[in-house]
């Protein structure tokens, strides 16, 4: 299953509470494997990490192994990146407070609670055309 929130919702601001509760009224997850296409979009917290907490939810209810990627035009730090993406989530319980920790405890953080809902997470860097320039996995590997 494959969102694009530019594409399919017509939304440049994944950032906006505004925008992502409309979004997340016409999202129904039918597949243990979601594509959230964050391209051309702006992302910020917590209104991002809302959006994603709402997937990754549905993807628990599951209870099978699941796998969310997530795809963002934006080629900045990992450290920014997970800042921008999971800040303020309920499903991680991560907080402001969290941005003072170092990569690998916040890593750790998101680690730990996938591998316990049997969900990974793959982060793809990509181009204007689609072309994969980096990519980051969380979960079990």
């Not at 994944?14 to 509760?21: E, F, L, Q, R």
């Not at 243990?32 to 993807?59: F, G």
């Amino acid at each position: 299953m494959i969102i694009s929130i530019f594409k399919d919702f017509k939304i440049f601001d994944a950032g906006s509470k505004t925008s992502v509760d409309e979004i997340i009224k016409k999202i129904n997850i039918t597949s243990n494997e979601v594509t959230l296409n964050l391209s051309r979009c702006i992302i910020d917290y917590p209104a991002t990490s809302i959006l994603i907490d709402k997937l990754l939810s549905d993807l628990a209810k599951t209870r099978k192994q699941s796998k969310l990627v997530i795809q963002t035009h934006l080629n900045i730090l990992e450290t920014l990146l997970l800042h921008w993406l999971f800040i303020g989530s309920t499903f991680f319980k991560i907080d402001d407070s969290k941005k003072k920790n170092s990569l690998e405890e916040f890593k750790s953080v998101i680690n730990t609670k996938l591998i316990s809902k049997k969900i990974n997470i793959q982060i793809d860097i990509i181009d204007k055309k689609g072309v994969l320039l980096k990519q980051y996995t969380y979960g079990q590997k």
